[in-house]
């Protein structure tokens, strides 16, 4: 594991305004499992929205279902509003190709017909391979493609940034 | 011909003899065996060092009939490949042997493939349809050694020991399968393999209840009885006392029965579709023990090929049977190592012992003896391939095993039928 | 003799054809529960699809009937947006004397990648799965009296669903259990996952001592057999034992191995009562029972389908 000089928490408090900025009275925070969802669960919080939120999966839509298979089945989509009408925000800790996104977006129309839809997201490494774009991202850098970024939070409800070599 | 077989270790379970000895062969049968006089000048010499010279072996169970055209000839081929010098056939050919000129059609034709020898067993009913009896004398002339029902059951009890009481007028030997027609339906031994698996059971009933039966018909008959494929241990306790009572009956194993059990159905492997079915340990160790102590009295390799299309089927629409006539010798090796048995001992299920059960002269290495050989390299390991087999069936369990001990050379009347 | 891979799972361990549970690690069990959970979801939703299977064929291959089996596996297959296709054998080629193989062959060179197999001869499954190509996975819906794996696994989702831990309950299954795939399966899964107890509850014929060597108490008292049970399975049971000399009539029957609600009371106040259906009411149940507030049969049906989503879904991800 390399230290990249990554406040996790620096990063997050930029979010934390960014998001605040973006949100209208009846905007839905919806986070992408697992590190999109923490981050959605403490941003509902600290930001009084006084709305439910809710957890996404992009397991059952992936595009890479034929290499990968199935994956675990920890992550699960949970959506306790109604989505037909919704203004959804979605949140994820690192944004790369998009492919998750764009199964995620997927995932969301099963469940029915939202108003709009927008992308928030902590880190946006780049490398994009799909037309998707979020409407803010704390942080914008560049990272090898065999290193992988992927947040983590403590026991006590910090957060931090871990960066492994992929072989 | 006068040949000269050189440096070979005879063994013959007849005399107990197992030593270095040279043998001397003419006119097809055995002139000398160790002590070979010094003007005998043969016009073959056959180096048989490192080899066992043993009688050619002797099969009380092999089917000829199946599955192509040329059945006889791959399996008489099979059988010399085996280093069986003697062998016999049940009635169930096509169609089955119930009238002399069948019988001597088939030897006929066994005669001129000059292969081994022969000794069919006559049908005990005619068309095998368990009611009418065979003209036992005719097909004992043209033959016969013994008549059979094969697979196939007899009407009731009152025939049954009607035809055995007519076997017993002139002392034929009848055999039968121990199997109840009733309880014999299912296609694995009941136990807790069978339940397991979901497979119709073969209780021991159907074995203890025919083996009960039949020597209540020896006792009222009299007749001579040799029971076919014994597959359990019950059955083999039954068998014991009725020797001990002194009733004429004899009994032999298959190969498959002497090393398998019912778990080796594994995955519902078709080769282990089997009549009668692999029972279990305790049934094996019974039967490997009781071929040792002489209460069997012969191991054959119940040698039935089947047509690769019968057996990729469904466990219990697999037809039943298993090739064997090339692994009676390296099977029988195996036990008799297991069971710390002498060569000299271990052979004589498959020789002087299968011989007296059917009262042939066969089985035995003796001056003025046939010349009927079997050389074989005890040590010699080989892969059971389908390759590796000259039966036309290549269903056998023991696909893909390792066996030790392999023909070198078969020799029958003094002329080599099989060469490695 | 030979020790034989399990033709179920690959060389890494994953499972590549579902044919028994017998056999199968309890981390597999567990993976295709908590999958099927996640499917249930999907059935609630506007849009009860999901891509997995797309472009993939799966074949229903029925050698025996059953309406209600093939359209479950149906509507998973189609849930999970693969294409279908029904093959009743029974009335086409086999009838005409065409071998399981060549149909299987035949099929291949279609296109297959998944055959569901129903068959009336124990072991068919694996002799397909053992000739098929590399890439096509077997799943067994019922073979002979061997298994039915999906059902034994949606048995155990619904037990899960209700009773939340395995490890301290007592299951009572009855019926006719010699001849039954169900109870085979339930039995290897009920002991995979570790439940204490199982007591197999019929009578002599139907329940032969044999089935103690699978992990089983055998009972041939109703009232002993449900006493105290947190869950009981009941089995259907088949008019051809009837005529077969194994049981004198269903009345008989009723009256000795029958769930009435008397019996039920003596199992625990908050019990389960399983069946995999078709019920015979009045033969192996009462109708009281069958509709009463113990019975989870028809919650058995949905989960069945998310069982199937589940089993087709890790199959489909995992190589050969």
Not at chain 2, 46 to 61: K, S
């Amino acid at each position: 594991m390399t230290s990249l000089s990554l406040d996790a928490e620096q990063l997050y408090s930029e979010l934390r305004a960014g998001v605040g900025r973006l949100l209208a009275p009846d905007t839905v925070l919806v986070g992408i499992w697992s590190g999109g969802a923490w981050l959605a669960q403490r941003l509902n919080a600290d930001l009084k929205t006084n709305r439910p939120v809710g957890t996404i999966s992009s397991t059952l839509h992936r595009d890479d279902f034929g290499e990968r298979g199935l994956g675990g089945v920890e992550a699960s989509t949970e959506l306790p509003f109604e989505i037909d009408g919704a203004r959804i925000l979605l949140i994820d800790d690192v944004l790369a190709s998009g492919r998750t996104i764009r199964a995620v977006v997927n995932e969301l129309f099963d469940y029915g017909r939202p108003a709009s839809v927008e992308l928030a997201v902590m880190v946006d490494r780049g490398g994009r391979e799909l037309p998707i774009a979020p409407v803010f991202a704390a942080a914008k850098l560049t990272l090898p493609n065999h290193q992988r970024l992927s947040l983590a939070r403590e026991p006590d409800g910090r957060f931090t940034f871990a960066v492994k070599e992929t072989t | 011909m006068k040949i000269f077989i050189r440096n070979g270790r005879v063994v013959d379970p007849a005399s107990g003899r197992d030593e270095a000895a040279d043998v001397a062969i003419a006119a097809g049968r055995i002139v000398a065996i160790g002590h070979v006089p010094v003007d005998f000048t043969p016009e073959r010499t056959i180096e048989a060092d490192g080899c066992v010279v043993a009688p050619g072996l002797v099969d009380l169970a092999a089917r000829l009939k199946e599955p192509g055209p040329g059945a006889l000839e791959s399996e008489l081929a099979a059988a010399a490949a085996g280093g069986v010098t003697s062998l016999v056939c049940p009635p169930d050919m096509d169609p089955p042997l119930d009238e002399p000129g069948l019988v001597d059609m088939l030897k006929f034709r066994a005669r001129k493939l000059s292969r081994c020898r022969l000794f069919p067993l006559g049908a005990l009913t005619q068309g095998l349809g368990g009611a009418e009896i065979t003209e036992m004398i005719d097909l004992t002339e043209a033959g016969c050694v013994g008549f059979s029902q094969a697979e196939a059951p007899m009407r009731d009890n009152l025939t049954l020991s009607r035809a055995m009481q007519y076997a017993s007028t002139r002392g034929y030997t009848v055999w039968l399968r121990p199997q109840d027609a009733s309880l014999s339906g299912g296609v694995a031994a009941s136990g807790a393999v069978a339940t397991r698996l979901g497979l119709s059971g073969v209780p021991v009933a159907s074995e203890t209840i025919a083996l009960h039966t039949v020597i209540e018909l020896v006792r009222q008959t009299g007749a001579r009885v040799h029971f076919c494929r014994l597959s359990s241990a019950a059955g083999v306790d039954i068998v014991r006392r009725a020797k001990s009572e002194g009733l004429p009956v004899t009994a032999d194993v298959s190969i498959n029965s002497l090393h398998l059990t019912d778990v080796d159905i594994g995955y519902f492997n078709p080769a282990m579709r089997l009549v009668p079915p692999l029972r279990q340990a305790r049934d094996r160790d019974a039967l490997r023990a009781a071929l040792a102590d002489g209460t069997i009295d012969a191991l054959v390799s119940d040698h039935t090929p089947v047509d690769e299309d019968a057996k990729q089927v469904p466990f219990a629409e697999a037809e039943p049977g298993a090739t064997g006539l090339e692994l009676l010798l390296p099977l029988m090796l195996k036990w008799g190592i297991e069971m710390h048995v002498a060569l000299a001992d271990a052979l004589a299920p498959v020789t002087s012992r299968a011989a007296a059960a059917i009262g042939i002269e066969a089985g035995r290495i003796a001056p003025g003896a046939a010349a009927d050989l079997c050389l074989f390299d005890p040590g010699k390991p080989w892969v059971v391939l389908p390759s590796a087999l000259a039966s036309q069936g290549k269903n056998t369990p023991f696909l893909g095993f390792e066996m030790t001990g392999r023909v070198a050379r078969t020799v029958v009347g003094g002329r080599s039928v099989y060469i490695d | 003799m030979l020790a034989r891979r399990n033709p179920q799972l690959n060389a890494h361990g994953e499972l590549i054809h579902l044919l028994s549970i017998e056999g199968l690690p309890r981390a597999i069990l567990t993976q295709i529960l908590d999958t099927a959970g996640t499917f249930l979801s999907v059935n609630d939703r506007d849009v009860k699809k999901v891509p997995l299977l797309r472009g993939k064929s799966v074949f229903n291959l029925f050698f025996e009937n059953s309406t209600r089996t093939r359209t479950t596996f149906e509507i998973a297959a189609k849930r999970l947006s693969a294409d279908v296709i029904n093959l009743d054998i029974a009335k086409s080629s086999a009838s005409k004397g065409e071998s399981l193989l060549d149909t299987i062959a035949n099929l291949s060179a279609m296109h297959a990648d998944m055959f569901v197999v129903r068959h009336s001869e124990s072991g068919a499954p694996y002799l397909i799965a053992r000739h098929c190509a590399p890439h096509v996975h077997v799943v067994n819906a019922g073979d002979g009296r061997h298994a039915h794996p999906t059902q034994g696994l949606l048995d155990m989702y619904t037990i899960r669903h209700y009773k939340k831990a395995f490890n301290e309950l007592t299951v009572a299954i009855v019926g006719d259990i010699v001849h039954s795939r169900v109870a085979r399966s339930d039995i290897h899964a009920l002991t995979t996952l570790g439940v204490p107890e199982i007591r197999a509850v019929g009578p002599k014929t139907l329940v032969p001592g044999d089935l103690r060597e699978m992990g089983v108490r055998v009972c041939h008292d109703m009232r002993e057999g449900v006493k105290d049970a947190d869950v009981i399975i009941m089995l259907r049971l088949q008019n051809e034992r009837m005529s077969g000399a194994m049981l004198p009539s269903a009345g008989e029957y009723f009256k000795s191995f029958g769930l009435t609600e008397e019996l039920l009371a003596l199992a625990r106040p908050d019990a389960i009562v399983l069946h995999p259906g078709p019920i015979n009411r009045g033969v192996e149940i009462d109708s009281r029972v069958a509709d009463g507030s113990h019975s989870v049969i028809l919650p058995q049906v949905t989960f069945g389908i998310a069982v199937r989503m589940a089993v087709m879904s890790i199959l489909a991800g995992n190589d050969a």
